[in-house]
């Protein structure tokens, strides 16, 4: 191994500890991206760990694949907690409901899902990720920790910088904490299937449909 690449491991070894860097080829070839396979796979325990990470990395103009930083704070959720756990044990015995329905949601994560601005059928009536989300805390790429946005609705003032983040990719930083706007949960909900017999039936329906006393989720054809 190269002295500079040993250096750099010992490095994220100090920041993260041992436990927490891997190089082994299980690891790696799990954290393949796009098919680049890093050359160490680093889960910081802290805000404080990825920032040093992060900034590690901008030195030594190391590229960062993707990240899930496990960390926790009040009032908000961790990008890095998986969307089937956030309704079941945070909002739901609250009567709070998070309003997004992306394709395989309960395999993805809250940063991910925002990173990558993805959506269901519910967008069309509580919008987007961009819509829903309030304010958020990220690491830059040259690992300072920002804030941006705020815990309650229209307060914000001058640009929205929380909105950037939605849909870039992770390119302009690491979300780690994301604040989002909730909508109460439902008394009751009920589903239906309407066999139609030709496209212009089903626009004639959906017309129909939202004309009508009835509050539809979703509507899919």
């Known amino acids: 191994m190269p002295v500079a690449a040993r250096s750099i491991g010992d490095a994220l070894v100090t920041i993260a500890g041992r436990d927490l860097v891997r190089d082994d080829t299980g690891s790696l070839d799990a954290a393949i991206v796009d098919g680049l396979r890093p050359r ?28 899930r930083c496990p960390v926790s704070a009040a009032c908000t959720a961790i990008a890095a907690v998986s969307l089937s756990r956030i309704s079941p044990t945070i909002i739901t015995p609250h009567r709070q409901w998070l309003a997004i329905d992306p394709p395989g949601i309960a395999a993805r994560t809250l940063g991910g899902v925002t990173a990558t601005n993805a959506s269901g059928p519910l967008r069309a009536r509580f919008g987007s990720l961009r819509d829903l989300l309030l304010g958020a805390r990220f690491v830059q790429p040259d690992g300072v920790v920002t804030w941006g946005g705020s815990k309650v609705v229209k307060s914000v003032s001058g640009y929205d910088v ?27 909900e009920r589903s239906w299937l309407v066999p139609l017999d030709r496209p212009q039936a089903a626009q004639d329906f959906v017309a129909r449909l939202i004309d009508s006393p009835l509050q539809p989720s979703r509507v899919e054809q």
């Not at 990825?50 to 694949?65: D, P, T």
Request: glycine residues 8%.
């Open 162 to 188: 929380p909105k950037l983040m939605v849909g870039a990719l992770g390119t302009l930083g690491v979300l780690t904490e994301l604040t989002l706007r909730l909508h109460p949960l439902p008394d009751s």
């Open 40 to 67: 160490w796979v680093v889960g910081p325990a802290s805000i404080d760990e990825l920032s040093r990470v992060i900034a590690l990395a901008a030195s030594l103009v190391c590229k960062v694949e993707k990240t």
